[in-house]
């Protein structure tokens, strides 16, 4: 059964305006979330993390929030640019990493 | 550093054959992690090691599949006899600890 949960498949947006991808987690003990970016034929890499004991972590353009009450997460993309077009994957850290199934962001010019 | 390295890029193999899979993780890093790319499952943790050492096999899917790690700079993952359904991509990722995983660029499996 999946953990991890990213239940929109794909997103398009706007370039200049906010893309907002969502991730929904079932264990309460998960402590350590991350958003991973993937291009076509090249592997995953780290983008942004955040730990259980906040709620808002930013990087630039980047933001991811955490809500734990409602096992939520979100990763904001202000303003959103041509080269952010890419597959998301939220991921969870308990005992091992769990990885979402995936959201390809296209950014439209 | 050069990254994970991954090889080969793409295999296609027929059905019964027997396919290696190949990761030279970051130097210094202890874990080492194979995972599997599909549509449905997204990314599905197949093993992981730590100080070359198994840790979990659990997402192994079937006997069929194997994984070791003779030292700290090279795992292979051994699928045979090889099937259909296991046509996906494999990543190969490492980590120092376990805060942050980095990817290799992974292999795509093509199994007629």
């Known amino acids: 059964d999946q953990q991890v949960k990213q239940n929109s498949p794909s997103l398009s947006v706007q370039e200049g305006r906010i893309s907002i991808l969502n991730c929904d987690y079932t264990?309460?003990?998960?402590?350590?979330f991350l958003w991973y970016k993937k291009y076509p034929a090249e592997g995953p890499t780290f983008l942004i993390s955040?730990?259980?004991?906040?709620d808002k972590n930013e990087d630039g353009r980047f933001t991811v929030f955490l809500n734990k009450s409602a096992k939520h997460l979100s990763l904001h993309i202000v303003p959103s640019q041509p080269g952010d077009s890419a597959v998301y994957f939220c991921?969870?850290?308990?005992?091992?990493?769990?990885f979402g199934t995936g959201t390809s962001l296209t950014v439209i010019p | 550093d050069a990254g994970v390295i991954q090889s080969p890029r793409h295999e296609v193999t027929e059905m019964g054959q027997e396919v290696t899979l190949r990761c030279k993780p970051i130097?210094?890093?202890?874990?080492l992690f194979w995972y599997r790319q599909t549509m449905m499952r997204g990314l599905e943790l197949l093993i992981y090691?730590?100080?070359?050492?198994?840790?979990?096999d659990s997402g192994m899917p079937e006997d069929r599949f194997s994984a070791k790690m003779p030292n700290a700079s090279f795992s292979t993952l051994k699928i045979q006899p090889s099937e259909p359904r296991d046509s996906a991509v494999y990543f190969c990722?490492?980590?120092?600890?376990?805060?942050?995983?980095?990817f290799g660029s992974g292999t795509q499996l093509s199994v007629l």
């Open positions: 990722a490492s980590s120092l600890g376990q805060e942050k995983l980095f």
């Open positions: 264990n309460s003990m998960f402590d350590y």
């Open positions: 955040i730990s259980s004991i906040k």
């Open positions: 991921a969870a850290l308990g005992n091992q990493f769990y």
């Open positions: 130097s210094g890093h202890d874990y």
């Open positions: 090691f730590n100080n070359n050492v198994p840790i979990d």
